[in-house]
């Protein structure tokens, strides 16, 4: 049988970074609770899913970012690229946002949620980040791990029922530099490669801050 998708790493999309400390498993815990509420309220509605999953994951670039600066300013020494990376980061998670909005088109009440998480994600990432920053970076790191199953599992989806693979909204196909004729599928395979890269840097990042 023809590979759909020759260019998928397989490894990469099942990755998972496996355990060594406690600030590991409260990190892969934290995640897996907010999962349980995800999968319960959500069930297979994934455009939906990917539109409050990015609110969320467009928080942790930007606040890292802003700590990493203020670290930097303080000890009066060179960032390394960190700062860059997580603003990069958060960017990039913003025009999910955007991209999955179009195609989802949330209601006024998952609105009202997403400005909720929001809210409450944000006050509690920025706590852990000032008082361990090596756990918020092992946290998203496992967040994007679940963001890769849920695309994986969206892009099954679209690819079971043709009909859902509506064409790919225009700030989608200028992001990613998308062909005119690109759909929904193409959307969510790059997507999915932006979450990889997410996920291996920040595994890495917490790997540094030992």
């Known amino acids: 049988m023809e590979d759909?998708?020759?260019?998928?790493?397989e490894h990469s999309l099942t990755y998972h970074h496996e355990l060594h400390t406690m600030s590991d498993r409260l990190a892969l815990g934290?995640?897996?609770?907010?999962?349980?509420f995800a999968d319960l309220f959500f069930r297979e509605r994934y455009g939906h899913r990917a539109v409050t999953l990015e609110t969320v994951a467009a928080i942790p670039g930007m606040v890292g970012g802003l700590f990493q600066h203020l670290k930097s300013l303080r000890r009066i020494q060179d960032d390394h690229g960190w700062i860059k990376t997580l603003l990069?980061?958060?960017?990039?998670e913003r025009i999910h946002l955007m991209v999955y909005v179009h195609i989802a088109r949330p209601n006024s009440v998952e609105r009202l949620l997403i400005v909720v998480v929001q809210v409450i994600f944000y006050s509690f990432y920025f706590f852990m980040y000032l008082f361990s920053p090596r756990t918020a970076h092992?946290?998203?790191?496992?967040?994007?791990?679940?963001?890769?199953k849920s695309y994986?599992?969206?892009?099954?989806?679209?690819e079971a029922s043709p009909?859902?693979?509506?064409?790919?909204?225009?700030?989608?196909?200028?992001?990613?530099?998308?062909?005119?004729?690109?759909?929904?599928?193409?959307?969510?395979?790059?997507t999915r490669k932006d979450e990889e890269n997410h996920r291996d840097v920040n595994h890495t990042f917490a790997d540094k801050l030992r």
């Open 138 to 148: 092992r946290t998203v790191g496992y967040l994007e791990e679940e963001a890769i």
């Open 152 to 158: 994986t599992e969206y892009l099954a989806q679209v």
């Open 163 to 190: 009909h859902k693979n509506v064409a790919a909204p225009e700030i989608a196909m200028r992001y990613w530099d998308l062909p005119a004729d690109a759909r929904l599928k193409e959307v969510i395979i790059a």
């Open 88 to 92: 990069d980061e958060a960017e990039n």
């Open 30 to 36: 934290l995640v897996r609770f907010a999962r349980v």
């Open 4 to 9: 759909k998708h020759p260019h998928i790493n």
